[in-house]
């Protein structure tokens, strides 16, 4: 029992399925994945807290430098306030302030008279006060050398309103010596260089000096074009060198200055370990071993046998059913119960097969029997019919048994093409029309040899149900045809005959003859008006559109239907 259980597609998926460790792998690399980022997290916001830190005294001097500028304008934008205890209080606030080098106070037509300098200044052609005229905002710019100060000093300028009325009485400045902000920057850095950049990206100072500000320049850090958090950002940067370094952007005064620290050194993630970024590929590829070995396992049991077995039905042919499937011993139980299964279907499919194969060729001989034996039977009342007309000495009535013959004859056509046919069940109509037609033509135009004749037939398929109307049409239309063809003088009389079948399985049928001048209507040959109306009687059953068309020159007949799907086109031959 249990070497039978070991044998079943069951086991052995199961024993080999047993490696598949899909959901252990997916969580190790999740997992994985989410201790770096975590670690990578914690560098991030260790390398933003360190640049914090070492900013911290330059963001403290420069809100030094905001709040005293602030006050230093409110108190020189007084209106009863002399330029001269103007002038002496910039200078007592820049004796006691040892951290600022200048302050000044600059009215708003550019003219700067209150100041801890010497002398008068204007600022009014100088493009930075143009524009921060133009848009008063507190700004902090670097001057290398000015009309006050002969040396690099970073400029805090803080526009000044009319409390009354808003409008720009002017704007405050103050100016920290750019020597200054390089050694407190230089004081707190360990593995990384720090700068200060303004808000659109200029760099006001650097710790490595004023000859270190292209390594910042080059960075192409824009604040006032990112989003940044008041806790900071680090961006990824690469070298010349293809080497990848990080860029802590924090913001001292949002809005106006940012320390921007480029770190040479970083603390590695806690993550790494030995493997670094690529930990996540391990516990990836033990989950991809897992599954080629279970794709294998599957592949080997189960599908490459059905892969055989479906490949032996798609080319199965009754006509060649002896091929069996077979599967190798080694296959699972399971298929070869499947194997046996198909086998056996086959054979029963075959035996069933060849016995509806024998009941329908018997059932064929006894129908083409009997359409064989009802067409002998029409003949051999077509030949008392003629027996009949011998013995009759009146026209009309010669004429009325000679127009049954000729249907008579017309239904022994019909039978005798569904016997002697390929198919019991279909009639060529072409070829069935066309005995019709040499056999009306021959007995209605034996004398009228200098008739021109057009015949046209497409090759169609008909259900009997259609062939035996259309053809008792065809014989009624074509008999009146012959009888009242005729032609002008100097044309030649003329039938036309034509089968034609659409792309959408339509078929039209044409019989016309040409009329010479006063020819007669149309009407059957006995007078009675039978002719005309089995015409209409035919191609109601055909469930067609009649048309009768009388001209001076022609007399048409046009049958217009639409053919059974059942008959099969590819059979024509």
Request: glycine share 6%; with cysteine; aromatic share 6%.
């Amino acid at each position: 029992m249990a070497l039978h259980w070991m044998q079943s597609l069951k086991a052995k998926l199961i024993v080999r399925l047993t490696v598949a460790l899909v959901p252990l792998g997916m969580v190790a690399v999740l997992q994985t994945v989410s201790l770096i980022n975590d670690a990578d997290d914690l560098v991030a916001r260790d390398l933003l807290a360190r640049t914090n830190l070492a900013a911290a005294e330059q963001e403290a001097l420069f809100r030094h430098a905001f709040g005293a500028a602030a006050g230093l304008g409110a108190i020189a934008a007084q209106p009863d306030l002399q330029t001269g205890r103007c002038a002496a209080t910039m200078r007592r606030f820049v004796a006691n302030n040892s951290a600022f080098a200048f302050a000044g106070f600059v009215a708003a037509d550019g003219l700067m008279q209150c100041s801890s300098a010497e002398g008068d200044f204007d600022f009014s052609a100088q493009n930075d006060w143009v524009d921060f005229v133009a848009n008063p905002r507190p700004v902090v710019t670097m001057k290398r050398i000015g009309p006050a100060v002969q040396f690099p000093v970073l400029v805090v300028l803080v526009p000044v309103f009319d409390p009354n009325d808003g409008s720009l009485i002017g704007g405050q400045a103050i100016s920290v010596g750019n020597d200054l902000t390089d050694v407190l920057l230089m004081a707190e850095m360990d593995g990384a260089a720090l700068a200060v950049f303004a808000a659109d990206g200029t760099v006001l100072t650097a710790s490595t000096g004023a000859q270190g500000l292209v390594q910042f320049e080059q960075l192409g850090v824009q604040p006032d074009m990112m989003v940044i958090p008041r806790s900071g950002v680090l961006v990824p940067k690469t070298d010349q060198n293809g080497t990848d370094f990080p860029v802590a952007i924090v913001p001292m005064i949002p809005g106006q200055i940012y320390a921007v620290a480029i770190w040479t050194t970083r603390m590695p993630p806690l993550g790494a370990g030995l493997f670094g970024k690529t930990a996540p590929i391990f516990p990836l590829l033990m989950w991809l071993a897992s599954l080629l070995v279970a794709i294998l396992a599957v592949n080997r049991l189960v599908l490459r046998h059905l892969s055989r077995l479906s490949q032996q039905m798609d080319t199965f042919n009754i006509k060649d059913a002896s091929r069996k499937f077979k599967t190798p011993d080694d296959a699972p139980r399971e298929i070869r119960s499947i194997t046996a299964s198909y086998n056996a279907l086959i054979d029963h499919v075959v035996a069933d097969h060849k016995i509806l194969q024998d009941n329908l060729h018997e059932k064929e001989l006894l129908l083409r029997e009997v359409h064989h034996r009802v067409k002998n039977n029409l003949q051999l009342i077509a030949s008392i019919l003629n027996m009949q007309i011998r013995g009759v000495r009146s026209d009309d009535a010669r004429r009325i048994l000679r127009r049954v013959q000729d249907r008579v004859m017309s239904l022994s056509t019909i039978h005798h093409a569904l016997y002697s046919g390929k198919k019991v069940d279909a009639v060529r109509a072409d070829r069935l029309l066309q005995e019709i037609v040499s056999a009306v033509l021959n007995l209605g135009l034996a004398k009228q040899s200098d008739v021109e004749i057009d015949i046209h037939l497409d090759p169609v398929l008909l259900d009997p149900d259609q062939a035996v109307p259309l053809s008792l049409l065809a014989t009624e239309a074509l008999t009146n045809a012959t009888k009242y063809i005729g032609a002008d003088q100097g044309m030649t009389p003329a039938i036309r005959f034509a089968l034609r079948e659409s792309v959408t399985g339509a078929v039209n049928l044409l019989i016309s003859n040409s009329c010479g001048s006063g020819g007669n209507p149309f009407d059957d040959i006995d007078g009675s008006g039978l002719g005309s109306r089995l015409i209409e009687a035919f191609a109601s059953q055909l469930d067609g559109d009649l048309q009768v068309i009388a001209d001076p020159t022609e007399y048409r007949v046009l049958l217009s239907f639409q053919k059974m799907s059942r008959p099969d086109a590819r059979t024509l031959g």
